[in-house]
């Protein structure tokens, strides 16, 4: 999901900026706790699609732009794509306005300015020395009365990069398969994340299945771990081969697949389970937990190790995690969201054949008989897992390497590489 950051000196009115845009549009509003326990965090829904919204307001202890504020809200931005930098349109700016005008500068992430409680546009002729800030034209806003939300919607929109990006998970959240061979470490990672103050959970039993679904919602972002009861019973309890067929089924339902790997335990089970989840269309995170039991200076060593062994599956993500001491766990939802967007990400007709012209130009075609393949354009039809349809002359005359070369095309020019996508040739006439 996109992020949008609130940043300003105490008292600008940010919470109540905060407040406003979320208003009517707000999906979940959660205080994070932990190392960011006084940000606050919510979904702002528009017409163009939702953002995540976080108010960094809590950050700050009295007026001084200290360091140990600062290095929380560098965490804050870290990922986020554009900063809301509030500053009162009614009072002088103050030394802390300009220091945090310098902070912002250096963090080169795009910045709209924000005047706020410009109640009335009489006080309009007050944002001059705005200017002085060096972030162009303020936007005059006021949450008391709802003025300027529009046109700030519109201007973060507008500084929001672009992506192509075909549905927005659904309401009900994005669905997480949890799977791995047995003693892996599924069900601690389970109660790891289940446990987190962060995660508010409710259990719904399945109605014609005793398979158990988690709803939970994670920093605004709903998900759904499908078929947990597979994985909190024992696994003796189960019969191996039930195990497995429950694995496949719960693969088959997700959006994404979370592949627990105990880093040493790495061998056919993993390639099969990745590659059934990554034929059905599934993107695959590779979840390497029990990262505690890994010393440090021995990390590199099982890093490079596990590479090896995981070979085949060297373009699929991975987060390094433990049950125990819960390092990453942020970052496998924030690694799913990513992938849940990627698989459905859809190039536009005309991009696409751009591509198309330059990949083509770059090679010779494969030829039968002294007769070339010619390729008329491509389309993406489908999402999820993006599918790639070309038309051209004769598909039987598309050779293995050919196919392979528009496949590597695919993944790294289109960015695509670690989602499983799909190529279809089709033959029409000349
Ligand atoms: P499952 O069969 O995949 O659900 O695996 P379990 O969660 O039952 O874990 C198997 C074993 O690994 C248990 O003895 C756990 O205590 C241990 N284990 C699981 N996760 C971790 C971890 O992150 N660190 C350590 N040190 N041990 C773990």
């Known amino acids: 999901m996109h992020k949008v950051v609130i940043v300003g000196r105490p008292n600008v009115g940010k919470s109540s900026l905060f407040n406003r845009l979320l208003g009517k549009r707000s999906a979940v509003v959660a205080d994070v706790p932990g190392v960011t326990r006084d940000l606050k965090e919510g979904v702002v829904e528009t017409e163009k699609g939702r953002f995540l919204l976080v108010d960094t307001g809590g950050l700050w202890s009295g007026d001084r732009w200290e360091k140990k ?142 398979a158990i679904d988690v709803h939970f919602t994670f920093r605004g972002q709903p998900f759904v771990l499908v078929d947990t009861a597979g994985i909190r019973k024992r696994p003796e309890s189960l019969v191996e081969e039930l195990a497995i067929r ?70 699929l993500p991975r987060v390094y995690t433990s049950a125990f001491t819960k390092q990453n766990l942020d970052k496998i939802f924030s690694e799913a969201v990513r992938l849940f967007e990627l698989n459905h990400t859809r190039i536009p007709t005309a991009e696409l054949n751009r591509w198309l012209s330059v990949w083509t130009a770059k090679v010779q075609l494969p030829n039968f008989k002294g007769k070339p393949l010619k390729i008329f354009y491509a389309t993406q039809p489908e999402v999820a897992p993006p599918t790639f349809v070309f038309f051209v002359n004769h598909p039987e005359f598309v050779t293995r390497a050919f196919e392979n070369y528009l496949k590597n095309r695919i993944g790294e020019d289109l960015g695509l590489k670690e989602v499983p996508f799909r190529l279809v040739f089709r033959g029409r006439r000349e």
């Open 69 to 210: 504020i600062q290095e929380k809200v560098d965490q804050a931005l870290e990922d986020a794509e554009v900063v809301l930098f509030a500053v009162d349109g009614r009072s002088e700016l103050t030394q802390a306005d300009y220091e945090v005008a310098e902070y912002l500068r250096k963090k080169g992430k795009p910045v709209i300015l924000v005047a706020t409680k410009v109640d009335d546009p009489k006080h309009e002729h007050y944002l001059g020395p705005l200017y002085a800030l060096g972030f162009g034209d303020p936007i005059p806003t006021s949450s008391e009365h709802a003025r300027g939300l529009e046109e700030l919607l519109e201007a973060i929109w507008e500084k929001l990069p672009v992506r192509h990006i075909e549905s927005e998970p659904e309401v009900a959240g994005i669905k997480l398969a949890i799977v791995g061979r047995p003693n892996a470490g599924k069900s601690s990672l389970l109660n790891a994340i289940l446990g987190e103050e962060r995660v508010i959970v409710s259990e719904e039993p399945g109605t014609t299945r005793d």
């Open 246 to 315: 429950r694995s496949l089924k719960a693969i088959e339902e997700a959006d994404v697949v979370l592949l627990v790997i105990d880093p040493f335990q790495v061998g056919d089970r993993e390639l099969k389970l990745a590659n059934h989840a990554l034929e059905t269309g599934k993107p695959v995170l590779l979840v390497i937990t029990k990262w505690d039991l890994v010393r440090k200076e021995e990390a590199p060593k099982v890093r490079r190790e596990l590479k090896e062994k995981l070979a085949h599956l060297e373009h």
